[in-house]
């Protein structure tokens, strides 16, 4: 096996219709990746239409359904590694979904040790339906033009996110989301095994990942000392596993987690006086 793919939901809507398509029309032939779902914090009716939608699906495409009382993205994230077969691991969100050509073109760039892919991203806004660019995208953008190649400063945008790429199990290892955060779990995840990524590829422009841009309110329905608290514990843990590992981790890299802890903050403080921010 080589892909594992691994999708979390919680309560879906027809949009993870979408997004299990969009994986059985891969051209990467159905018996090398898997589908690994994981629904998390609900069952019925979910779990049986979700069955009985994977039924249509060629047998060839190895798919495994679990369902988990325990509710969190993180903890199914988890179960899914802990199920998954494949050499490298790929997520997917159920409201997203991606090109025809993303896992095969993922995995044209990864070759010897290469251990992690970062795909082409592009995002829908469900308010305008209107189709552009990601915030992503301009860090995949300058990373396919790079002539020394792409690296893990130039990456870490990417690693910022669970999604939008491809990664070797053997960089991942034990490596797990802590489920103590609700914010910045991903940056995390990533963070912790950086040290094992030790190649980076980028996959051709027609391997993209869609993001559905959705209006949601989570951040705004925390108080201010929430967010100030949760972000300062969370710089606090990078700051930590920095340093129990410094003979092996990028100082100037952890570096700029931790500084995004500190912007993701202040940001929150300048919301009031800034809307559309």
Known sequence: MDVSVIIPTYKPGSYIWQCLDS??????????????????GCCEPYLGQIKDHLATFPTKLHTTVVQT???????????????????????????????PDY?????????????????????????TGQMRDDWLSASYKKNSQASNGASLMSCRSFLSVACCKLTAREAIGDYRFDTHYKQGEDSLF????????????????????????????????????????????????????????????????????????????????????APNV
């Open 23 to 40: 994986l059985k029309e891969q051209t990467l032939p159905a018996d090398r990746y898997e589908l690994v779902i994981i629904v998390n």
């Open 69 to 99: 009382d325990r509710g969190g993205v993180s903890n199914a994230r988890n179960m899914g590694l802990d199920l998954a077969k494949g050499r490298y691991v790929s997520f997917v969100d159920d409201d997203d979904w991606v090109s």
């Open 103 to 127: 896992l095969e073109g993922l995995l044209s760039v990864v070759d010897g040790d290469a251990a992690m892919a970062i795909a082409n991203v592009m995002n829908l806004d469900e308010r």
């Open 190 to 273: 990533n963070a912790m095994m950086s040290h094992r990524l030790n190649h980076f590829g980028v996959a051709p422009p027609q391997a993209i990942y869609y993001r559905r841009l959705r209006q949601t309110s989570a951040s705004r329905s925390r108080s201010l000392w929430i967010i100030t608290r949760d972000n300062a514990l969370l710089a606090i843990k990078f700051a930590t596993t920095y340093l129990k590992g410094i003979r092996h981790y990028n100082a100037l890299f952890f570096a700029t987690r931790i500084l995004g802890c500190v912007k993701a903050t202040l940001r929150e403080y300048v919301r009031p006086f």
